[in-house]
DNA sequence: TCGCCAACCCAAAGCGCTTTGGAGAGACCG
DNA sequence: CGGTCTCTCCAAAGCGCTTTGGGTTGGCGA
């Protein structure tokens, strides 16, 4: 069933029966309910290809997945960012294109896009500290949302976390309980996102006149395998640190999976602080769980920030000569069982 | 830059640029060279807007990706599959469309794709018993493939893994390791292979004369709280089991935990034995492990099975007229460090 | 009665591509 | 040397929608 055919068989023209079905003023709404109840019954939708050629819009948003890594891995982080985006294109009639590049293939994967015109905009994860997506995508004219920032953030709009301030915190807490020996497990220092971290805790350190010590200082992808292996040779080193900054829950685990394999506690022997970003299979939080959170983290739900990334894209896309939105958002400290007091 | 425009630029009309383009054996080889030439110098790329309303093909595969849940949860063993079947897609030149939709949105969603025409095929994952999904495609003649089997898996194409061999020999395992209490944490035992792995167990069981205690079969959303507290509720009660079969790497990580939490060792005190999907960032393998995997795991590849089943479904949208392709998979049973004796 | 204005509706022209159905120019053949 | 192919290329007709630029009708004021 196409529009000519469902015209035909309501004696209107096609022009009718299509202002009909958007909402357009022009037809008397007594004809409008005729048309909408004859579609319904004839489970008539448009042509999306049809439609989106003639009015030039794709209605789609791209999301680029990079494939990281020897492995080419797939960011359990991308997952649940892509679901509250998601939520938020299917509420507003946008579809989700979601492209699966290897790590190098992010730049080209954008071009074809804005080239062939099959997206309206493209959010872009996980920047680094100088991006080359932001200057191309400006060059492209293609309208972009960053989830995170680059070193220099002035010219395009971006969501973000509080980084600093967050591993800032987090130290100071650690700090505050007596620990001393405090290690870094961070993600990869290319990404932005990490390097901010790291500063957060430098600052903190700095601040009560203490050095990182760089033995401590760790950095890789964030997988599980990761937090596991470098938590137990941290562990089985001469000097061992007492505490743990992660930079994402599932190293964490790995920590946690290292500390109980030898016999010590974690949240006594051991504490753990990391970044939760309320991954919703790996629930960290309290307020499901009797017994509080497992770990003590410093909390921003990355579903959360998609839905709102989502919502500030197609509002760029709706308006292309708003100023930048720029947003940054504070996280909690939770705290969970996985910190207590510097042993003696 | 448009057909037209490159068309004038060469002196050549709309046709033969569009055969040249596109591989067509009525243009000398001269020819297309300038023109092939032509389009890389103006960077230009056909409009896929116009393209797939002209070849009346989509060149995209819809992905529906139910949240599930009270808290609408998105499965990472989703993103992984995705990510497999996304390599596939793009390699063949696919589009990828993933539609996030509330659990009981999406017969809608894929009624909606049908009858607009946005994709040429659709994958579904995750199918209960009597899955509504398949008739719903079968009559809407949208090619499609089943990753997972329905109760009765007759009449369409599908992908699965043998989970009730997996369970029988992981249940097998433990009974020859001298377990007699064992629990299962099974995933939510309306989708078919939950189902299939309980069999499994049961066969087992039976096998050996042994019947299954119905406090210790749970079901639920595999998440890490699930096996988290589940776990501790079963160590807490007056008859413990001493083995834990669990349907998922997370909620293993989840029994883990809960086991540390009681002074218990993983592996020495209580075994668990799990399905491993070899989710990229829960990486339990012991490949890359010298210490060999966390977990005894029965093992299959999620990421791989997208691939292959993105071959499938494409291979079907190419040729209709095939019979019906039907894929099982044998996993491994992969020896970690998470299973041991049963105590005396 | 005429003119004008809403209110409704329509024919036709795109959107940018692919594809059908030739057409012209040589080449080859008997 | 006319006829038949083969090689190249082209004009034009879609694909199924939206949107422009009117047309027709009836009501109402002057």
């Known amino acids: 069933m196409n529009l000519k055919q469902l015209s035909q068989s309501l004696g209107l023209s096609q022009t009718t029966v299509s202002r009909a079905l958007n909402g357009y003023p022009e037809v008397r709404e007594e004809t409008r309910q005729r048309v909408v109840a004859a579609a319904a019954a004839a489970n008539y939708t448009p042509n999306s ?8 819009r794709s209605m789609a948003i791209g999301h680029v997945m990079p494939l990281t890594g020897r492995e080419e891995m797939v960011n359990p982080i991308f997952a649940d960012f892509i679901a509250g985006a998601g939520e938020v294109y299917a509420r507003e009639g946008y579809d989700l294109l979601l492209s699966m590049v290897p790590a190098n293939g992010t730049e080209a994967a954008y071009r074809q896009m804005a080239s062939n015109a099959s997206v309206d905009g493209v959010m872009v994860q996980a920047p680094t500290l100088d991006d080359p997506r932001v200057p191309l995508l400006q060059e ?3 309208p972009f949302l960053v989830h995170g920032r680059t070193a ?24 505050d309980l007596g620990h001393r020996k405090i290690a870094l497990l961070n993600g990869q220092e290319s990404l932005d996102f990490a390097l901010r971290r790291r500063r957060g805790m430098e600052e903190a350190l700095a601040e009560r006149g203490l050095a990182p010590n760089p033995l401590w200082m760790r950095s890789d992808i964030m997988t599980e395998q990761y937090g596991y292996r470098t938590a137990g040779e941290l562990l089985d080193s001469d000097t061992p640190p007492t505490a743990f900054l992660v930079s994402s829950i599932i190293p964490a685990i790995g920590v946690r999976r290292a500390v109980g394999e030898r016999g010590l506690r974690t949240g006594r022997d051991i504490s753990i602080v990391c970044h939760d970003d309320a991954l919703s299979y790996l629930d960290n939080d309290g307020l499901n769980a009797p017994e509080g959170p497992a770990f003590t983290s410093t909390r921003s739900s990355i579903r959360a920030a998609g839905r709102r990334c989502a919502e500030i894209l197609l509002d760029l896309i709706d308006n292309p000569d708003q100023p930048f939105v720029q947003e940054l958002w504070e996280t909690d400290l939770t705290l969970g069982r996985s910190t207590g007091p510097a042993p003696t």
């Open 140 to 142: 492209l004219g293609l």
């Open 49 to 56: 290809r049809a439609r989106r050629l003639a009015t030039g």
């Open 152 to 175: 220099s953030p002035e010219a395009y709009s971006w969501l973000d976390v509080a980084n600093v301030r967050a591993f800032r915190r987090a130290t100071d807490f650690l700090l």
